[in-house]
């Protein structure tokens, strides 16, 4: 069964720094794409962040461009999101998602989600 | 505010039928890429239901169906149940932003 689960979310105080994990197991983690989701408190799914499937290739959501870096460690099927200069809109639940494509495709499956709380 | 536009809520009566607009522009759906469906309960992960447009995920039961026409997408749920209960996202590509990107999301209630 393919998996992904994600790790590493708590609270943080504004301007921090944290990362999340996502280990994925069921399925050849090299072959695909990983994403980033979030959902704020109240609020509908936001796209994050992609990579390639051999990591040489990032994209960013323009909120969180030059703030949040994704990367992937195929040798251990884990999926990261290094969140700094945090502010309270980034409060979320961010879930973990394998991509089929890069461009233009779905996210199946998804991780139940982290929750990352920004707050003094 | 979403790139793509979904309504707010939605409900129907079990054994009714229901649809979900998503409405985008010539850069994202109108450009010709595919849209995709998911349903999300509170506190649990995101399911896939439909992907490229039309196409039901295995398992998902065929009261469920999907079309885009030009700038827009809709999902059809039809003899509701009251386990449909949910929110649903359309997921699209946007060329002008190079991401992918969701709608607002749609709460179905069923009555």
């Known amino acids: 069964e393919m998996q992904v689960v994600e790790s590493g979310g708590g609270l943080v105080q504004p301007g921090g720094s944290l990362r999340l994990s996502c280990s994925a197991s069921g399925f050849t983690f090299s072959n695909y794409p990983m994403h980033w989701v979030r959902q704020a408190p109240g609020k509908g799914l936001q796209y994050v962040s992609t990579v390639s499937s051999n990591g040489g290739s990032t994209y960013y959501a323009g909120s969180v461009k030059g703030r949040f870096t994704i990367s992937r460690d195929n040798s251990k099927n884990m999926l990261y999101l290094q969140m700094t200069s945090l502010r309270a809109e980034d409060t979320a639940v961010y879930y973990c998602a394998l991509g089929g494509t890069i461009i233009g495709g779905w996210f199946d499956p998804w991780g139940r989600g982290t929750l990352v709380t920004v707050s003094s | 505010q979403s790139v793509l536009t979904q309504p707010p809520s939605v409900s129907g009566a079990p054994g009714q039928r229901v649809t979900i607009s998503c409405t985008g522009s010539?850069?994202?759906?109108?450009?010709?890429?595919?849209v995709h469906w998911y349903q999300h309960l509170p506190g649990t992960a995101p399911k896939l239901l439909i992907y490229?447009?039309?196409n039901r995920q295995p398992g998902v039961p065929d009261r469920f169906s999907a079309s885009k026409s030009g700038t827009s997408a809709s999902l059809a749920i039809s003899r509701l149940q009251p386990e449909d209960e949910a929110d649903y996202y359309c997921?699209?590509?946007?060329?002008?932003?190079?991401?992918?990107?969701f709608g607002g999301g749609t709460k179905l209630t069923v009555l």
């Open positions: 490229r447009n039309s």
């Open positions: 010539s850069s994202n759906i109108g450009a010709g890429y595919d």
């Open positions: 997921q699209s590509y946007d060329s002008s932003l190079s991401v992918s990107v």
